[in-house]
């Protein structure tokens, strides 16, 4: 399975960008996994920051709710994060996640996932 993510970059407080995943070379179909994004700043832990399963059931981290919007479209393989209201502590890479498990399991832990993308720098500052 490969992920390539895209749309990182610098921008302000309050600003907003879209983070894009593109996802090939699965041997399910996709609209049965289940994908999200994580993120991790240098010497942290990956966090959970949203996910949506086969259902379109989402979870979003306290931290991003009101802020964060993540779609799936299942006839382009994609998987996007719209990021509104950027704040600082937003600043971190970014990872596109799947698993061919379409739903269930604890959404915000790593090894939810098995597959992870290189990951998109978002940096957010003044």
């Known amino acids: 399975v490969q992920m390539v993510e895209s749309g990182g970059g610098s921008v302000q407080p309050g600003g907003s960008l879209t983070l894009s995943c593109v996802v090939s070379g699965f041997k399910w179909w996709f609209d049965s996994a289940c994908v999200g994004w994580f993120r991790q700043v240098p010497g942290g832990e990956r966090e959970g920051v949203a996910t949506?399963?086969?259902?379109?059931?989402?979870n979003y981290a306290d931290s991003v709710k009101g802020r964060f919007t993540i779609s799936r479209d299942n006839e382009e393989n994609t998987l996007s994060l719209q990021m509104d209201n950027l704040k600082v502590e937003d600043t971190a890479k970014y990872y596109c996640?799947?698993?061919?498990?379409?739903?269930?399991?604890?959404?915000?832990?790593?090894?939810?996932?098995?597959?992870w993308g290189r990951g998109t720098q978002v940096t957010v500052s003044a």
């Open positions: 949506i399963d086969s259902r379109r059931t989402t």
């Open positions: 996640v799947e698993d061919h498990r379409p739903y269930g399991g604890t959404w915000y832990l790593p090894t939810r996932f098995t597959y």
